[in-house]
Nanobody
Framework: QVQLVESGGGLVQPGGSLRLSCAAS????????MGWYRQAPGKERDLVAS???????KYADSVKGRFTISRDNAKNIVYLQMNSLKREDAAVYYC???????????????WGQGTQVTVSS
């Protein structure tokens, strides 16, 4: 089992910044990738950014140049630095991780509980 604990959401004004954190713990042998998705009311959950164990990052077009994903491999933490936030960035942000476990074969996919990001003046 793997637990993903998110933090850092909240209320921010347009143009402001927030940093989300997600810490992974549990029976982890290796982390293949970690990332962030978001879901606004009435919309699907979409990828925001992801990063592999090799540090290769991928971003949604809508956040390129504004958001930066990074990872602390020693602590199994992934960060999402969000700058120049827009009203349309408001959503519940979910941490996602793809792991190989100490007990089991193959890749396992886990989700965090989600953290609310509100962008409003």
């Amino acid at each position: 089992q793997v637990q993903l604990v998110e933090s850092g959401g909240g209320l921010v004004q347009p143009g402001g910044s927030l940093r989300l954190s997600c810490a992974a713990s549990g029976s982890i042998r290796s982390i293949n990738s970690m990332g962030w998705y978001r879901q606004a009311p009435g919309k699907e959950r979409d990828l925001v950014a992801s990063i592999t164990s090799f540090g290769e990052a991928k971003y949604a077009d809508s956040v390129k140049g504004r958001f930066t994903i990074s990872r602390d491999n020693a602590k199994n933490i992934v960060y999402l630095q969000m700058n120049s936030l827009k009203r349309e960035d408001a959503a519940v942000y979910y941490c996602n991780g793809r792991f190989e476990l100490l007990y089991g074969l193959g890749e396992y996919n886990y989700w965090g509980q989600g953290t609310q990001v509100t962008v409003s003046s």
